[in-house]
């Protein structure tokens, strides 16, 4: 089994910043893409930033300058820094990687989410 564990949400004020972390844990081989996306209430799910095992990154133009995505391999950790942010970037952020467990099985797992509420 593999598990998906977020942290670092909250309550910030507009202009603020905040640091989410997700560490994968279980029967890993290896992690190929990590990500990060939020669903804001009424929305869809959508992309945050994805970060490949390469450490090639892709952001939602919504986050671009603002977020940062990075990953520690040997932790098998994903971390999303975000600043300068918005009431808009109020949702609750999910973390998403593709793993290959020992199995030799890849499959896409889903953090439990983690609320992030940007107001004054």
């Known amino acids: 089994q593999v598990q998906l564990v977020e942290s670092g949400g909250g309550l910030v004020q507009p202009g603020g910043s905040l640091r989410l972390s997700c560490a994968a844990s279980g029967s890993i081989l290896s992690i190929h893409t990590m990500g990060w996306y939020r669903q804001a209430p009424g929305k869809q799910r959508e992309l945050v930033a994805v970060i490949i095992s390469d450490g090639t990154t892709r952001y939602a133009e919504s986050g671009k300058g603002r977020f940062t995505i990075s990953r520690d391999n040997a932790k098998n950790t994903v971390y999303l820094e975000m600043n300068s942010l918005k009431p808009e970037d109020t949702a609750v952020y999910y973390c998403?990687?593709?793993?290959?467990?020992?199995?030799?099985?890849?499959?896409?797992?889903w953090g439990q989410g983690t609320q992030v509420t940007v107001s004054s």
């Open positions: 998403n990687a593709d793993i290959r467990t020992k199995l030799g099985l890849i499959s896409t797992y």
